[in-house]
């Protein structure tokens, strides 16, 4: 059985650009429908994009923030189990 991931997250201290990321991410056949979580070794604000056929076709990605500081929020975040919760920074 062949396993592709749901959810990438980076540390952007440690990663080319967020423009470059979602560049490549949307070369890979297997992340199309996946979630890129980039974060921020100096503050509790993450970016997550969805990675889908019609994103990678107009080469645009739509940005959600959220401003995690518990774990709970951290796990929600990664799980994609959230809907409007308090932590996000920017509406969906």
């Known amino acids: 059985m062949e396993y592709q991931p749901d959810t990438?997250?980076?540390?952007?201290?440690?990663?080319?650009?967020?423009t470059h990321?979602?560049?490549?991410?949307?070369?890979?056949p297997a992340l199309i429908g996946a979630r890129v979580i980039?974060?921020?070794a100096n503050h509790n604000i993450f970016d997550v994009y969805k990675i889908s056929r019609q994103a990678c076709a107009d080469q645009t990605c739509d940005?959600?923030?959220?401003?995690?500081?518990k774990q709970e929020e951290l796990v929600a975040v990664v799980n994609g189990g959230y809907s409007v919760p308090d932590f996000m920074v920017t509406p969906m």
């Open 21 to 28: 990321i979602l560049k490549l991410s949307c070369e890979a």
């Open 38 to 40: 980039i974060m921020r």
């Open 63 to 69: 940005r959600q923030q959220f401003n995690v500081i």
């Open 8 to 18: 990438v997250l980076l540390n952007e201290s440690a990663s080319p650009t967020p």
